[in-house]
């Protein structure tokens, strides 16, 4: 999700799970190609693995504006993630003072370059007239996956396996498996996030299923094509910013409605490439996990966020939400007070979260808000199993409680994205229309 700062005609697609060759015929005869390729390898593993890497590789150089430099970065950081996993592995699981040296200082490595290339400022701060080498190619119309998302699917994945080497649930990390598991380009760019036991353990075996593979993973692809090509232009003008009154002129209805239509582009959008990302892999002969269960159906904001991009949520409470709250155990007045210590652990993750989709201010409010609901939701759900009175806790356990919930809930979410899409000068001239 990009940062603020764009003029009206920039808006106008405000983000897209996509790159072009999604829409190319020559992009699915290659992954076809590919599936047949690592399919005739057979029973061999190393054979398999060999097939994919160099057809996954050979894929993501495809890429416009996606170089040999492009990759040998990613490269370059699963090299540090293998040799800290390698080193790891040599020594049995524990909180040795070396052990621990070596997952900080790799982890804080990955860090630093998710930091450099997903944030400008920091391009400029460091390095100066330099900067414009890691900036998008904007002027020549051609946008570098490398500096979007996809670096901090990849990032993510080689923590993900270092913390968990580390944490002794890994063994030995085999070099060919981790390659394929960090470029494997179905899930490059934007996910699912999936992790790296479930994939070597795919790599491992051939799938012996090929006519279920081939049509479970066309049947997703028509369904992401669907909601990419026909359900998201259908929203795309009722968007708040495509909206033809400017936002310090915007009433009431014009704001429900763009945030209503925000709200469903962005589902249509990322679950649509979710399904072509999970499709593809899965004519390959590898499962990805879901990452969408019916989000706006939850009965509350907790619940949505659990079934809501859900490998990254997962991922968030693994290495952000659960090391937060532990160390946080360690002060007294915390231990005994849990439902302070969750709030504070949400919140963390939350502000996290919105500083990971970007460095504008605004997303970190925007995970601030999310943070806050959760919390309030947390005191809400335990004072609420005080109350006694069997007329109450009937209407709880009723449909229209979960209906209401339900309505609340998207309403909560929806209202959230005007501080995700736009800038702090735009949410004050929004505000300034309707209180005004």
Not at 98 to 120: D, E, H, T
Not at 151 to 167: D, G, L, M, N, Q
Not at 294 to 320: A, C, E, G
Request: positive net charge; aromatic residues 14%; hydrophobic residues 50%.
């Amino acid at each position: 999700m990009r940062a603020a700062g764009r003029d009206r005609a920039e808006r106008r697609m405000p983000h897209t799970w996509s790159f072009d060759y999604f829409y190319s015929l020559p992009f699915w005869a290659a992954l076809l190609a590919v599936a047949a390729v690592v399919r005739l390898a057979g029973g061999s593993p190393v054979l398999r693995g060999l097939a994919l890497l160099a057809t996954s590789n050979a894929l993501l150089l495809a890429i416009p504006g996606f170089s040999a430099a492009d990759l040998a970065l990613v490269w370059a950081v699963s090299g540090v993630a293998l040799a800290s996993a390698r080193t790891l592995s040599r020594s049995a699981p524990g909180s040795s003072r070396a052990r621990r040296v070596v997952v900080v200082g790799s982890v804080v490595a990955i860090l630093a370059f998710l930091a450099l290339f997903k944030y400008r400022f920091l391009q400029g701060l460091l390095l100066g007239p330099f900067a414009q080498v890691l900036a998008p190619r904007a002027s020549s119309g051609v946008v570098n996956p490398l500096v979007l998302v996809g670096v901090s699917y990849f990032s993510f994945k080689a923590i993900h396996v270092v913390v968990e080497t580390y944490r002794g649930t890994l063994g030995r990390v085999e070099a060919l498996a981790f390659l394929n598991y960090m470029t494997f380009f179905p899930a490059f760019i934007s996910g699912p996030i999936n992790r790296f036991g479930d994939f070597s353990e795919q790599l491992a075996s051939a799938s012996p299923a090929l006519g279920a593979d081939l049509r479970a993973g066309g049947e997703r692809i028509v369904h992401g094509l669907f909601k990419k090509v026909v359900l998201v232009p259908l929203v795309m003008p009722y968007l708040l910013t495509n909206q033809a009154r400017p936002l310090d002129q915007a009433t009431l209805l014009d704001v429900a409605t763009g945030l209503y239509a925000y709200a469903l582009y962005f589902f249509f959008d990322f679950a649509g490439y979710t399904d072509l990302a999970i499709g593809g892999a899965r004519i390959i002969g590898i499962r990805l996990p879901e990452n969408f269960r019916q989000p706006f159906f939850q009965k509350n904001i907790r619940d949505l966020w659990t079934n809501w991009h859900m490998t990254l949520t997962s991922w968030l409470v693994d290495y952000v939400y659960w090391p937060t709250v532990r160390a946080l155990r360690n002060l007294e007045y915390l231990r005994t007070r849990p439902v302070l210590l969750s709030v504070i652990g949400m919140n963390v993750t939350f502000v996290s979260c919105g500083i990971w989709h970007g460095e504008a201010p605004h997303f970190v409010l925007w995970g601030a808000y999310h943070g806050l609901g959760i919390s309030v939701l947390n005191v809400y759900q335990r004072q609420k199993k005080r109350i006694r009175a069997p007329r109450i806790q009937r209407w709880f356990a009723s449909r229209y409680s979960r209906w209401l919930g339900t309505f609340a809930t998207f309403n909560f979410f929806a209202a959230g994205l005007a501080l995700f899409v736009l800038d702090l000068g735009q949410i004050r001239a929004l505000l300034r229309a309707l209180v005004g």
